[in-house]
């Protein structure tokens, strides 16, 4: 069945590093895909939309510079976080639709956590 | 592992018939649940959640209720519209491990007028 890679799972940084999320789909092609942030014990946030070969869409209150997102090819959407900071630690999930639409079945990646010490 | 199972869609009903979609899980923990909502063309929705057991989560007429003896957080709504029409996903999150989401493979609904 179809397959969201996330790498790493885990990470862990230092204040002021940038940090780099990636998100692949294996087995097929994905021209959407979504990043997601879990704060500790609350519910998942939508951060961003990521468009193959066009700029990222951002929800309200997500700093685009901040957190940096690249879809550069139908597989792979990556997430830069930038001068990443304590408060920035959280786990980040992304997920894919396989097949043409946004109505075809959505896949998530095993999450990545960081914690930026 | 930790793990959901929910119905398989798609689910097809008339528009004011009730809804069930059935949900569940296995964790060593005590995991929060989750309802999760994708409407098409967007992204993942919180529905509503449930944190520990017998607790009811509710919101737009949409109720699911934490059944710890049978390991299970079944969506019920009492009468559906076709704007409900949307993929819905069943979620956990275990928060006496590293609290990490798990997803159910979603299920599909579709309302006819």
């Known amino acids: 069945g179809a397959v969201v890679s996330q790498h790493p799972s885990w990470v862990i940084c230092k204040s002021g590093t940038s940090v780099k999320i990636e998100c692949r789909s294996l087995d097929f092609q994905a021209t959407t895909m979504f990043w997601y942030r879990q704060f500790p014990k609350q519910s998942l946030m939508l951060m961003a939309t990521?468009?193959?070969?066009?700029?990222?869409?951002?929800e309200q209150g997500v700093e685009k510079d901040k957190f940096l997102i690249n879809h550069a090819s139908l597989t792979l959407s990556t997430l830069t976080v930038t001068s990443a900071h304590p408060e920035d630690s959280s786990f980040y999930i992304c997920s894919a639709h396989s097949g043409t639409g946004l109505n075809s079945p959505l896949h998530f990646g095993n999450g990545t956590r960081l914690t930026v010490t | 592992g930790d793990s959901v199972t929910q119905m398989e869609g798609p689910v097809t009903l008339s528009e004011e018939a009730f809804l069930t979609i059935n949900c569940t899980y296995t964790a060593t923990g005590y995991p929060s649940l989750f309802w999760y909502v994708q409407y098409p063309g967007e992204g993942l929705q919180l529905l509503l959640k449930?944190?520990?057991?017998?607790d009811k989560g509710s919101n737009k007429g949409f109720e699911a209720t934490y059944r710890k003896e049978t390991t299970s957080f079944h969506l019920e709504k009492g009468s559906v519209q076709v704007s409900d029409s949307a993929v819905y996903f069943c979620?956990?999150?275990?928060?006496?491990?590293?609290?990490?989401?798990?997803f159910g493979k979603g299920t599909r609904l579709h309302i006819l007028p």
């Open positions: 979620a956990l999150s275990d928060r006496e491990r590293d609290d990490k989401i798990i």
């Open positions: 990521s468009n193959e070969g066009s700029k990222a869409t951002y």
């Open positions: 449930a944190t520990k057991a017998d």
